[in-house]
T-cell receptor
Framework: DVKVTQSSRYLVKRTGEKVFLECVQD?????MFWYRQDPGLGLRLIYF???????EKGDIPEGYSVSREKKERFSLILESASTNQTSMYLC?????????????FGPGTRLLVL | GDSVTQMEGPVTLSEEAFLTINCTYT??????LFWYVQYPGEGLQLLLK?????DKGSNKGFEATYRKETTSFHLEKGSVQVSDSAVYFC????????????FGTGTSLTVIP
C-alpha cells in the first residue's frame, strides 16, 4: 500500500513564526502536492512538484513556499504564519501521467495560528 | 474550465437506507473520475475510480458509473452503515489535458442507528 506520512497531526504556532510542514511518501512517486482544506471551500491546491527541485504554483500559493530536495520528501513552508493560514493541510502523491494516475493522501496536519 | 459539482450536504440517513450522492463534472478532455472518503480527523482515502466512459468503480459496497452522456459520476450504496459516516469528495483528473486534479467541495454523510 502507498503510504504518505506527514510530520505532525496538530500544530499550534504564533503569528509571524516560520512553519515547516513535512511530507514523505514511500512509493517512489514522481508527483507531490500540497492542499489546504477549509469548511465550505473543499480542497485548494497550494503547490505541486513533478520532480526533485521542481515546483509549480497551484491556485493559492501566496504566503507559502515549498522545497523538494529528495524525491520522497516535499516540504511546505509558511514564511511568516498568519491567522488566516489556520487550516487543515493535506499532502498527496501520485505515480505519474496517464488515465490510471491516482492521488494518495497523508493524514493531514491541522495548523492553528494564534 | 474543468470542474466538479457535487450535491450539498449534510446528508443524514438511517442505517440500511439507500445512499446517492450526486456528482457532475465539466471537462474538455476525457477525465478519470474518483470518489474519495474522509473520516473524521483523517486525510482523504481513495474509495473508487473509473477511467473511461461506462466504467463502473466499486469498493466496500459503494458504486459509481462514469456516464459521459450526462457528465455524471453519482455515488451509490444500497445499505449504509453507521461506519460510513464521513465526508465524500468527487474528483476528476484531466490527465490528457494538463494533468490537474479537481475536487468537489465534499458532502458530509451521517448515518444514524
Amino acid at each position: 500500500d502507498v503510504k504518505v506520512t506527514q510530520s505532525s497531526r496538530y500544530l499550534v504556532k504564533r503569528t509571524g513564526e516560520k512553519v515547516f510542514l513535512e511530507c514523505v511518501q514511500d512509493m517512489d512517486h514522481e508527483n507531490m502536492f500540497w492542499y489546504r482544506q477549509d469548511p465550505g471551500l473543499g480542497l485548494r491546491l497550494i503547490y505541486f512538484s513533478y520532480d526533485v527541485k521542481m515546483k509549480e504554483k497551484g491556485d493559492i500559493p501566496e504566503g507559502y513556499s515549498v522545497s523538494r530536495e529528495k524525491k520522497e520528501r516535499f516540504s511546505l513552508i509558511l514564511e511568516s504564519a498568519s491567522t488566516n493560514q489556520t487550516s487543515m493541510y493535506l499532502c498527496a502523491s501520485s505515480s505519474g501521467w496517464g488515465e490510471e494516475e491516482t492521488q494518495y493522501f497523508g493524514p493531514g496536519t491541522r495548523l492553528l495560528v494564534l | 474550465g474543468d470542474s466538479v459539482t457535487q450535491m450539498e450536504g449534510p446528508v443524514t440517513l438511517s442505517e440500511e437506507a439507500f445512499l446517492t450522492i450526486n456528482c457532475t463534472y465539466t471537462a474538455t478532455g476525457y477525465p478519470s473520475l474518483f470518489w474519495y472518503v474522509q473520516y473524521p480527523g483523517e486525510g482523504l482515502q481513495l474509495l473508487l475510480k473509473a477511467t473511461k466512459a461506462d466504467d463502473k468503480g466499486s469498493n466496500k459496497g459503494f458504486e459509481a458509473t462514469y456516464r459521459k452522456e450526462t457528465t455524471s459520476f453519482h455515488l451509490e450504496k444500497g445499505s449504509v452503515q453507521v461506519s460510513d459516516s464521513a465526508v465524500y469528495f468527487c474528483a476528476l483528473n484531466t490527465w490528457n489535458t494538463g494533468n490537474q486534479f479537481y475536487f468537489g467541495t465534499g458532502t458530509s454523510l451521517t448515518v444514524i442507528p
